[in-house]
């Protein structure tokens, strides 16, 4: 009776643990990680000093990566059920004052100009202006989100600009500039519900830097933890626990709008500052 009674157990158990090994060989081989309850915290980190500004800086190295995974917007149409991103790299730092993220991801081709036909590599940040976390792709009516657009064509022009700048103060010349005048490769905007996406009046708040290199994006997006607008602008308090949710865009796979892969809500723990 004892061994009839082990094997009756056990044989489910077995077949269990074979189905968690197959899933996770699917997903492992579609590039697309397993994250565990434990690791679904991201963590912003408290440093002294100035935050790094650009992809390269060591500062990075020293903050260890949480790997999320992405998957289609299936939620509204036209949904997007196979994106091409499966897996999305973050950091993020502050200092007291500012809080920095660092976004990567595996793109073969740089999409980077936005002409006819064609669509631009991207990614975005939400976060919740209210306590409790709105839809996480666009926000929905009286629960909004502010939404950080890093836009790799508005990136490009900006790195164009100044490439084009400091050639003309070492030459003399001037010439006629038609490259448009970006205050920031991020876009500002307020989300409540699909298609009601607003761009804020006012831009430049969130700054970004990116460089593509290997078949990687790296994006740096960075603000003031302090809050200039009550109502429209993301609060980010040192000590305290909120959400934020990720999208991802690749221009040579036609994504834009609601075409992407995202990554639903995660919680975010900004470091507390010690009080002295």
């Given at each position: 009776m004892v061994h009839k009674t082990t094997k009756t157990v056990s044989r489910p158990l077995l077949l269990l643990f074979l189905c968690i090994l197959v899933v996770a060989g699917?997903?492992?081989?579609?590039?697309?990680?397993?994250?565990?309850?434990?690791?679904?915290?991201?963590?912003?980190?408290?440093?002294?000093?100035?935050?790094?500004?650009t992809p390269e800086d060591a500062a990075w190295s020293k903050v260890t990566p949480m790997t999320l995974p992405l998957s289609?917007?299936?939620?509204?149409?036209?949904?997007?059920?196979?994106?091409?991103?499966?897996?999305?790299?973050?950091?993020?730092?502050?200092?007291?004052?500012?809080?920095?993220?660092?976004?990567?991801?595996?793109?073969?081709?740089?999409?980077?100009?936005?002409?006819?036909g064609t669509f631009r590599d991207g990614v975005a940040i939400g976060l919740p202006l209210g306590d409790a976390p709105a839809f996480f792709c666009m926000g929905q009516l009286d629960h909004y989100i502010n939404i950080w657009h890093w836009k790799a064509d508005w990136?490009?022009?900006?790195?164009?600009?100044?490439?084009?700048?400091?050639?003309?103060?070492?030459?003399?010349?001037?010439?006629?500039?038609?490259?448009p005048r970006r205050v920031s490769s991020v876009e500002d905007l307020i989300g409540g519900g699909f298609s009601t996406l607003t761009t804020k009046e006012k831009q430049g708040r969130v700054q970004g830097k990116a460089t593509w290199k290997d078949g990687i994006w790296h994006v740096v997006m960075r603000?003031?933890?302090?809050?200039?607008?009550?109502?429209?602008?993301?609060?980010?308090?040192?000590?305290?626990?909120?959400?934020?949710?990720?999208?991802?865009?690749?221009?040579?796979?036609?994504?834009?709008?609601?075409?992407?892969?995202?990554?639903?809500?995660?919680?975010?723990?900004?470091?507390?500052?010690?009080?002295?």
């Open positions: 699917v997903l492992g081989g579609l590039g697309i990680p397993l994250v565990s309850s434990e690791g679904m915290i991201i963590r912003a980190h408290l440093v002294e000093g100035d935050l790094p500004t289609g917007q299936v939620i509204t149409r036209p949904v997007w059920p196979e994106p091409t991103a499966r897996a999305l790299t973050v950091r993020t730092l502050h200092n007291g004052t500012e809080i920095a993220f660092l976004l990567e991801w595996q793109d073969n081709t740089k999409n980077d100009r936005l002409t006819p990136q490009s022009d900006i790195d164009r600009r100044a490439a084009r700048s400091t050639d003309r103060q070492r030459e003399g010349v001037r010439t006629f500039e038609v490259i603000r003031p933890l302090s809050s200039e607008e009550q109502e429209n602008e993301a609060k980010l308090v040192p000590g305290r626990v909120q959400t934020v949710s990720f999208a991802v865009w690749n221009g040579e796979n036609k994504e834009r709008n609601g075409q992407k892969a995202v990554a639903p809500w995660f919680q975010l723990v900004i470091d507390p500052v010690a009080k002295i």
